[in-house]
């Protein structure tokens, strides 16, 4: 097939390159420097897609960023890319593309017929009102109207493709890169300052490369090339084209989103196909520019009604008219330059339809001249065509542009361009917070004032015209930068009638009875359903919106919002400034979850903490456990066993011999300081005036509020010298807790944290043969039960290495940990295994360290409290100091009426009356199983394990009044139905007395 | 993002170093078994939360380990000023309402 619409000459195009590519199954070709949609419309391609709602034929409307209806789905193999717009895709050879929606295909669509039987009877909230009731029935029609509904199919192949993410600063960042963009940059970069410019399309230039106009008598595209060259030339300027700034966040943060290999294929064979570039910018200058509005009208968005500037760009740039016989429907004079494009191209412009009654510019001569008839006061009030404009029916309208005056009469066409007026690309600057402001002689909402250090040059300002820009440009590229600059350009008359502001054009109809008017093309939101919305009491812009869904397509509204607003102004009999517009928020066009990730996926999504003995672990067979960011042996499964048969032969292990645990990962933090130990006086519970070097102590941790923080043992290194353990989770906020306390309110204390976690490796060893396998390890040490006593530590040489020896146990069991510089952590981990093999033993995991310490009723800071638990909730009223001089860190609270009363929630045993039971930890707990629902919650289960040296279930829980309901029955109404019996009891279960520890 | 300066390490730092940690210039009672319930609680429990001016705590977490004060604007999100723990702010809601009734 041939490019029908395609010019012999001219445009940015290169001939020599010809490309082809299919479309929805046909092959068709077109040329290097096209975009997917100029491609398409050289070979006369009218239906592009079909709508969200009524499945209504569309084509191309626009040139850019803004284009609502010609979603793609991209496609390469088993790879598919859903929803990029057609006319931001680069034409490649061997594209493949195909409509996003439409069944059983987008030029012959069955569910249209659903648009024109139910259209009418589909108003905003439509879904709503129709599928309310019976509510049970939701989720029955949802499967059904999901199905209809919704644009592009995902990709269900992981994504082949990498992406990353880079940081960039620089002094002034330039967003755009069309006259204003270009101009500030060279203006920035001239002075020597660091400049980024960026702008989302494939070459610099922006309306240049499509203009007529000349620059100081360069003609336009020419003198972008040029500029872009300075640009390029000069080692602090980054030139960054095929980029997207995105989004503008707080103190001047610009995320932007670079497309390396896009143009080349869905799928980058090497390398990133897509960058996410984090630029902080001293300066700011947005050069975004402004889109042309369409015109609401009688069936507005039959394929072949365009933007006017859309298809000036078409010709120009890319040397293809979208059309034979031309109609151009306009409020301002932009809509004669296109008239004028058109009749240069060859092709005929049937007339310029104009809803001025007197318009009187340069370009309004200029087509008079060229003999283009104009039907000044006239206004194209409705379409005709199916599945393509063939005519408009044109009308006489009053001054106002309010009402129909006369008798109408249509004219055959099969273009109609729709110049509106320009709407501020206001997007990035609303991201920070600012809300635009509408300006009458601007007619489009202009950015508002900003916090940020940020500069507005050219159309985004509603400089409209070249000059305009290009002056706006230098100034805001010499503000930017501290310098000044008299620099200005001439682009020839550029003199300009007024504008009118029209946004909907009357119909002989009421609107609600006139064909459909569309607003937003993409949601399919009309007039009338904007209208109908503002009279059923939503007025606020913001509401009219979310019940119509205007604005939240994939192109957020670019074309549609400001007629959408002007039409619910004039519904409410207000103007738009006063119903004001909708904040726009990022991204400016859709972003790739890929590009978001970056490397941060899989693996690296977190970094994992890895201790010095975890090659032996994995060498070992362990599960593993993640704690914190922390890779911890859950258990060491052997061949054959389940989980649980692992966890009770590492059990009985511990408690008739030996088992050893990697705690390597427990919060180590040295304090030193001749007030060290007065600071622990003020962060733990009880008192450290007494502990001796040598010695070794429990603390518990609150917060100021009396709850329990954190807990672990502190070991007294000499007298102004100690180093705390804190639970694996919490020792990055315990050092930053300690650190409050000593910065802002005790800085005259001298005392210092420094966290040593990783420093050390920790073998803990328990069992009553710990202390056997230590000695043969270790003779400089006296181990003996008298010479070093449980919580007693020694500094002594094991296996060779010096090393820091705690008698302290989180097993009940006789037990050591062996500390040792972490670098020999792994080293000692297989001296004290051959050392222990004789015993038999046994590695084991968090899952039995958590089964052990249950069974001795020790607690699990943030598994058995919960942020509401003190420590006589705990029944750990021994480890506070009730004589300290200091009121420590959460003292005071013990005192308030509700942490002082005496039925709150207390830690308690549990154990099931049928000792082969296991409950499942977070049941909750009732006294009565038969009381009416609601029931009373008396708490609820926080451990519970298996105990095979016990031979039941054992569990702790928290129970209101707990400590004086020992012995009471307690229910466990469980989900599936069964309702668990358990007596509440000590939590410790295991050798309450403590003699293994002492041993 | 914010972009905060650290008075310690006098740069500008990325939001990421930093965490926030509440409202500056809550002093701990010097007794507090001598203060009632009611102004312990107050104490605990009770912030300003302003529209607008608002002095606060950060700790640079992930870099000098810090804690420092911020004058930010919670609206705007703004940092007027930061300073070291133990200083006072130059910026207050009232020197810049005052600023704002010279300069109209």
Not at chain 1, 638 to 660: H, K, P
């Amino acid at each position: 097939m041939s490019q029908v619409n395609r010019l012999a000459a001219g445009g940015r195009i290169d001939r020599s390159k010809p490309m082809s590519f299919t479309f929805n199954g046909k092959t068709y070709q077109g040329f290097d420097g096209d975009t997917l949609a100029s491609a398409m419309l050289a070979n006369g391609v009218g239906i592009v897609g079909r709508s969200f709602k009524y499945s209504r034929a569309r084509g191309i409307l626009g040139h850019g960023a803004e284009e609502p209806n010609a979603l793609m789905q991209l496609h390469k193999g088993n790879e598919t890319i859903p929803n990029p717009r057609a006319t931001q895709v680069e034409l490649f050879d061997g594209l493949t593309a195909t409509s996003t929606n439409g069944w059983p295909s987008a030029e012959f669509d069955l569910m249209s017929l659903m648009g024109k039987i139910g259209g009418m009877m589909m108003p905003p909230g439509f879904y709503y009102k129709t599928f309310m009731a019976p509510q049970k029935m939701w989720m029955t029609y949802e499967k059904f109207i999901r199905k209809a509904a919704g644009f592009g199919k995902l990709s269900l192949e992981p994504d082949p493709d990498t992406y990353d993410k880079i940081n960039a600063h620089c002094d002034v960042m330039v967003v755009g890169a069309g006259p204003a963009g270009l101009a500030a940059a060279l203006e920035a970069g001239r002075s020597g300052k660091r400049v980024i410019i960026v702008d989302e399309q494939n070459e610099f230039g922006g309306t240049l490369l499509a203009s007529t106009q000349t620059v100081d008598g360069i003609d336009a595209a020419t003198w972008a090339d040029q500029a872009t060259s300075q640009l390029e030339g000069m080692d602090n300027v980054l030139v960054m084209p095929r980029t997207t700034a995105f989004g503008y966040y707080d103190h001047n943060f610009v995320v932007a989103l670079e497309r390396r290999t896009d143009h080349i294929g869905p799928v980058a064979k090497t390398g990133t196909r897509q960058r996410l570039h984090r630029i902080r910018a001293h300066q700011v200058i947005l050069a975004t520019g402004a889109i042309e509005r369409p015109l609401v009208f009688g069936n507005n968005d039959l394929p072949g009604i365009m933007l006017a500037n859309s298809v000036s760009t078409y010709i120009n740039r890319y040397a293809v008219v979208p059309g034979q016989r031309c109609i151009i429907m306009t409020t301002n004079d932009s809509g004669y330059q296109t008239a004028l494009d058109i009749q240069a191209a060859g092709r005929t412009v049937v007339a310029v339809v104009d809803s001025r009654h007197t318009p009187d510019g340069r370009l309004v001569a200029a087509a008079k001249a060229a003999g283009i008839q104009v039907m000044a006061g006239h206004g194209v009030i409705e379409a005709q065509g199916g599945k393509k404009v063939t005519g408009a029916i044109v009308a006489p309208l009053d001054e106002a542009g309010d009402n129909v005056t006369g008798a109408s009469k249509t004219l055959s066409c099969d273009l109609i361009a729709v110049a509106g007026g320009w709407s501020p690309v206001v997007h990035l600057s609303c991201h920070t917070g600012s809300r635009p402001v509408w300006k009458d002689d601007v007619a489009g909402f202009v950015p508002g004032a900003s916090i940020q250090n940020q500069h507005l040059a050219g159309a985004v300002a509603g400089e409209y015209l070249l000059s305009e820009a290009l002056n706006a440009g230098i100034q805001a590229g010499a503000t930017a930068s501290d310098t000044t600059s008299t620099q200005t350009f001439d682009c020839g008359d550029e003199s300009t009638g007024a504008s009118q502001a029209l946004y909907l054009v009357p119909h002989t109809k009421p609107i609600s009875r006139a064909p459909k008017q569309f607003v937003d093309f993409q949601n399919d939101v009309t007039a009338a359903g904007i209208e109908l919305a503002a009279r059923e009491g939503f007025q606020s812009i913001e509401h009219v919106k979310r019940y119509t869904a205007m604005g939240f397509g994939t192109d957020q509204g670019k074309t549609g919002n400001i007629n959408g607003m002007a039409i619910v102004a004039k519904t409410l009999n207000k103007s738009i400034a006063e119903t004001g517009t909708t904040i726009f928020r990022p991204a400016y066009t859709p972003v790739t979850f890929g590009a978001i990730g970056g490397r941060d996926v899989g693996e690296l999504l977190d970094p994992a903490r890895h201790t010095a003995m975890h090659p032996w672990h994995v060498a070992n067979g362990a599960e593993f456990e993640n704690v914190g960011q922390w890779k911890r042996p859950w258990y060491f499964p052997q061949a054959g066993e389940t989980m649980q048969q692992t966890l009770n032969r590492e059990c009985l292990a511990v408690r008739n011999s030996v088992g050893i645990l990697d705690a390597s990962t427990l919060g180590k933090i040295d304090i030193q300081g001749k007030d060290a130990r007065e600071f622990l006086n003020r962060v733990y519970t009880n008192a450290w005036s007494k502990l001796a070097p040598g010695k070794c102590r429990y603390g518990l941790m609150l917060k100021e509020d009396g709850m329990i923080f954190d807990d672990g043992v502190t070991a007294c290194l000499s007298d102004n010298h100690f180093l705390m353990t804190t639970t694996s989770g919490g020792a990055a906020a315990v050092l930053g807790w300690l650190e409050l306390w000593h910065q802002t309110e005790w800085p005259e204390m001298e005392v210092y944290f420094t966290s040593v976690t990783d420093q050390w490796a920790t073998c803990s060893f328990a069992g009553p043969n710990s202390r056997k396998v230590l000695e043969k390890l270790c003779t400089d040490v006296d181990l003996s039960s008298d010479a070093m006593k449980f919580m007693d530590w020694r500094e002594g040489t094991v296996a060779g290495i010096k090393a820091r020896i705690f008698r302290i146990s989180f097993t009940g069991e006789l037990s050591f940990e062996v500390n040792v510089p972490a670098d020999q952590g792994h080293y000692m981990w297989k001296k004290i295994m051959e050392a222990g093999e004789e015993f038999g033993i046994t590695p084991y995991g968090t899952e039995s360290m958590h089964v052990l310490r249950a069974e001795k009723g020790f607690i699990i800071a943030g598994q058995d409290t919960d942020g509401s638990m003190t420590p006589y909730d705990c029944l750990m009223g021994w480890a506070v100091g009730k004589t300290k001089e200091f009121s420590f860190l959460g003292e005071r609270s013990f005192s308030r009426p509700d942490t002082s009363r005496t039925d709150r929630k207390q830690l308690v045993g549990l154990k099931p009356k049928d000792p082969t039971v296991v409950i499942p930890e977070g049941a909750q707990i009732v006294m009565d199983p038969n009381q009416p629902i609601p029931m009373d919650m008396m708490g609820h289960v926080t451990s519970s394990y298996w105990s095979e040296c016990l031979g039941h279930g054992i569990a702790m829980g928290t129970v209101k009044g707990g400590s004086d309901r020992m012995g009471e029955t307690v229910y466990c109404p469980l989900a599936d139905g069964r309702v668990l019996a358990a007596e509440i009891c000590s939590p410790v279960f295991y050798d309450p007395k403590g003699d293994h520890h002492n041993d | 993002m914010h972009h905060i300066y650290c008075p310690y390490c006098e740069e500008m730092r990325e939001e990421e170093e930093y965490s926030y940690t509440g409202e500056a210039h809550i002093e701990r009672p010097k007794d507090p078994a001598a203060i009632s319930d009611e102004a312990w609680a107050d104490y605990m429990f009770f912030r300003s939360n302003p529209r607008g001016i608002h002095h606060e705590m950060w700790y640079h977490a992930a870099g000098c380990r810090r804690y420092f004060n911020a004058t930010r604007d919670t609206q705007s999100y703004k940092v007027h000023e930061t300073y070291k723990m133990g200083e006072m702010p130059s910026i207050t809601a009232e020197t810049l309402a005052q600023a704002k009734g010279d300069a109209s």
